[in-house]
């Protein structure tokens, strides 16, 4: 059974720093390409970023880069997001997704989705 569970959301002052991490299982990480996705109150859901080994390159959103670095541990079945200087604008569910490669995370190729993880930016 695929499954993907997010956790290491919560609430953060502006500026701060978090790390979610995604632990999947029923399939192979290596063999996929695994990125984040954040849906905000009121808003569609967001790619904000993707790896892809196959195509040995990161994507990030715009509005997230040099802040948020993605990572992987094929070993562990684990992506991870590193999250720094948050702003309230942040604030979102986050969602991990796994794509085939060559996809960039499409997320019309993403089978199963976590629960997500809140994550909350305020003072």
């Known amino acids: 059974q695929v499954q993907l569970v997010e956790s290491g959301g919560g609430l953060v002052q502006p500026g701060g720093f978090l790390r979610l991490s995604c632990k999947t299982s029923?399939?192979?990480?290596?063999?996929?390409?695994v990125g984040w996705f954040r849906q905000a109150p009121g808003k569609e859901r967001e790619q904000v970023s993707c790896?892809?080994?196959?195509?040995?390159?990161?994507y990030y959103t715009d509005t997230v880069k040099g802040r948020f670095t993605i990572s992987r541990d094929n070993a562990k079945n684990t992506v991870y997001l590193q999250m720094s200087s948050l702003k309230p604008e942040n604030k979102a569910v986050y969602y991990c997704?796994?794509?085939?490669?060559?996809?960039?995370?499409?997320?019309?190729?993403?089978?199963?989705w976590g629960q997500g993880t809140l994550v909350t930016v305020s003072s």
């Open positions: 997704a796994a794509a085939p490669f060559g996809t960039w995370c499409d997320p019309r190729y993403v089978g199963v």
């Open positions: 029923g399939f192979s990480l290596e063999y996929y390409a």
């Open positions: 790896h892809s080994s196959s195509e040995g390159g990161t």
